[in-house]
C-alpha cells in the first residue's frame, strides 16, 4: 500500500455480521496505516449520513435480514458513490457476477489472502481519488468557460467544429480580424494551446452536462 498517492487520508468501512471477522479485518487494514469503522450490519451502516467522500466499504455478503448485494443497491438508489469490495463465506458465481456487474470492485471468497484485500482496498481507493480529481478538473474547465463572453464562447463552439475563422466571421456577420482577436483571448483565458485540446474542452463540458441532464 505504500505506493498509493492519495490525496487524504481515506477510510475504510467494514460491514459483517461476525465479530472475529470485524475485528481480524479492522486491525489488518489499521496497519496499512488507513481510518477503518466497523458495522455489524447493512442497516447500522446505512444510519451512518456522513460517509467519508474518500472511502471504499468492505462488505460481506451474506447476513441476517439486508444482505450485502440489497445494501450495495440501496447505496445506488441514494446516489451514494462508494466503491465496494464483497467478501463472502459461500463461492458463489451468479452473486459475484451481479455484484460486479453493479459496480463492485471485487469479489473475494473466504479465507482469501491479506495481499489480495489491501491490493483491492488501494484499487477502490485509487478510483475515488481518480474520480475526485476529474470532478476537480471539469470544474475548473466550467470555471473558465464561464468566464468568457457570450461571443467568445460563440467563437469557441464553432472552433471546436473545425470551422475556419473566414467561415465564422461570415456565420456570426463579424470581420475575420475580429474572430481573431477573440479567438486568442478565449484560447488565453481557456489556457489553451490547439484546436485538439479545445475540442476535447468541448467534449468534456458537453459530456459532464449530458450526464447532469
Do not use: W
Not at 441476517?64 to 469490495?85: F, N, S, T, V
Not at 484560447?187 to 484546436?195: E, F, G, R, T, Y
Request: with cysteine; aromatic share 4%; glycine share 4%.
Amino acid at each position: 500500500m505504500s505506493e498509493r498517492n492519495l490525496p487524504q487520508n481515506p477510510t475504510v468501512y467494514v460491514v459483517d455480521d461476525d465479530a472475529s471477522i470485524r475485528e481480524s479485518l479492522s486491525s489488518l487494514i489499521r496497519a496499512e496505516g488507513l481510518a477503518v469503522e466497523v458495522f455489524a450490519s447493512p442497516l447500522d451502516f446505512l444510519e451512518r449520513d456522513d460517509l467519508s467522500e474518500f472511502s471504499c466499504v468492505v462488505l460481506d455478503v451474506r447476513m441476517p435480514g439486508l444482505d450485502g448485494l440489497a445494501l450495495q443497491e440501496k447505496l445506488a438508489e441514494h446516489g451514494r458513490e462508494i466503491p465496494i469490495i464483497f467478501i463472502t463465506g459461500h463461492g458463489d458465481v451468479p452473486l459475484a457476477v451481479r455484484a460486479m456487474k453493479a459496480g463492485a470492485i471485487d469479489f473475494l471468497n473466504k479465507p482469501f489472502r491479506d495481499t489480495d484485500l489491501l491490493a483491492a482496498i488501494n484499487q477502490a481507493l485509487s478510483r475515488v481519488s481518480a474520480h475526485s480529481h476529474e470532478r476537480r478538473e471539469l470544474a475548473d474547465l466550467r470555471r473558465l468557460f464561464d468566464s468568457l463572453t457570450p461571443r467568445e464562447k460563440q467563437i469557441m463552439l464553432n472552433v471546436a467544429q473545425g470551422k475556419p475563422n473566414k467561415l465564422i466571421a461570415y456565420d456570426l456577420s463579424v470581420s475575420e480580424s475580429t474572430v481573431k482577436v477573440h479567438r486568442h483571448n478565449l484560447m488565453a483565458k481557456m489556457h489553451l494551446k490547439s484546436v485538439a485540446e479545445l475540442a476535447l474542452v468541448i467534449q468534456r463540458l458537453s459530456a459532464r452536462e449530458a450526464g447532469q441532464g
